[in-house]
């Protein structure tokens, strides 16, 4: 039993005070949880160590290093629960890569994405490959199989594609689907159309001689935009806006 003044009562209202102040900044809400971080600590402890003699015993043996990482069972089984939503929903277009799919649908949970479509085209994210890069993130984001046409009937559809608005200028929409094509193709006339007739194209301006992005690299840069004007739209308003 706790008793008012007593030493652990004051602690507990201490924390509760903090707490609310923390409660009070917007972005306090998306941090991640003492016991998150005390977990990552331990893990950060365990692996970094491993990881070093890892790459001793490749040097020693005049290898090089390959793909290798170090997961934990609990790692891959997340609570669907703990996740905060928002009413974005993504569109991928045939896109060749297994690996690309995971990465995506990674950090489609981490921004709070609400549902992935595939198109006929895509790898299954249940693929081996996806899944390594996805580290359990599509068992709890929805996802289905679905044509273009379901998307002609929706709001606040757009494009990431070359030849749009640019992202620091693009009005985003507060809840819609944005729609990602293959690196090699791009999204189809049809998918641009439908794109264009709803929330327009938004694309990524870049310096280099290239100009090109992966495909998840791409997405990654568009949601972390998509998401910051949702969560703070007050700081986060394209010019013209204010």
């Known amino acids: 039993m706790t008793f008012p003044g007593s030493r652990r009562c004051c602690r507990r209202c201490a924390a509760t005070r903090s707490c609310l102040r923390r409660q009070q900044t917007p972005w306090s809400f998306f941090a991640p949880s003492a016991h998150r971080r005390r977990k990552e600590d331990q893990r950060s402890f365990v692996c970094a160590p491993l990881n070093r003699i890892r790459n001793s015993l490749l040097r020693a043996l005049g290898a090089e290093p390959a793909e290798w990482d170090l997961l934990f069972a609990e790692a891959q089984k997340l609570d669907a629960s703990s996740r905060t939503v928002f009413p974005l929903r993504v569109y991928l277009e045939e896109l060749r890569s297994p690996y690309n799919v995971g990465a995506i649908f990674r950090t489609a949970e981490a921004f709070g994405v609400e549902r992935i479509y595939l198109s006929p085209g895509s790898p299954s994210p249940d693929h081996p490959r996806a899944q390594r890069t996805a580290r359990g993130t599509a068992q709890v984001v929805p996802w289905s199989y679905s044509p273009l046409s379901l998307l002609e009937s929706e709001e606040g559809v757009f494009a990431l594609e070359l030849g749009g608005t640019p992202v620091g200028e693009f009005a985003f929409p507060p809840c819609g689907i944005v ?48 998401f910051t004007r949702l969560a703070a739209p007050e700081t986060h308003r394209p010019p013209g806006q204010e």
């Open 179 to 226: 729609l990602v094509g293959s690196e090699e193709l791009g999204l189809s006339p049809e998918a641009l159309r439908i794109a264009e007739a709803g929330a327009g194209r938004v694309c990524l301006p870049m310096a280099g001689a290239k100009r090109s992005l992966n495909v998840a690299v791409a997405f990654g840069i568009l949601m972390y935009a998509w």
